[in-house]
């Protein structure tokens, strides 16, 4: 039902940071999941990381842990992920979307795709 709007993207020098936002203009339901997708020029979207709204417990793809944090603020219905220690091959456009099912990754099974943002890392 919300519609997604991703913010925040940029370019930056490796090992650099971002911090993704992405705002709901309408209700984000308790038991939904939230999730970031990236997606490279001739590359499948790739999962990035996804939260539980209700309780904020989230989980990463491999590439991710350790560098990514995923969060969210209830109150402003906004969507966040803290990228550090950026690499090239992060480089790509950032999607959000929403889920039903707790830990899933395909991009078939999220919903209400946001027109994205551009992340560009150089080396």
């Known amino acids: 039902q919300a519609q997604l709007v991703e913010s925040g993207g940029g370019s930056v020098q490796a090992g650099g940071s971002l911090r993704l936002s992405c705002a709901a203009s309408?209700?984000?339901?308790?038991?939904?999941?939230m999730g970031w997708f990236r997606q490279a020029p001739e590359k499948e979207r790739e999962f990035v990381a996804g939260?539980?709204?209700?309780?904020?417990?989230?989980y990463y793809a491999d590439f991710a842990k350790g560098r990514f944090t995923i969060s969210r603020d209830t109150a402003s219905n906004t969507l966040y992920l803290q990228m550090n220690s950026l690499k090239p091959e992060d480089t790509a456009v950032y999607y959000c979307?929403?889920?039903?099912?707790?830990?899933?990754?395909?991009?078939?099974?999220?919903?209400?795709w946001g027109q994205g943002t551009q992340v560009t890392v150089s080396s």
């Open positions: 979307a929403r889920s039903l099912q707790y830990g899933e990754t395909r991009p078939t099974e999220f919903r209400s």
């Open positions: 309408g209700r984000i339901y308790s038991s939904a999941v």
């Open positions: 939260i539980r709204w209700s309780n904020g417990r989230s």
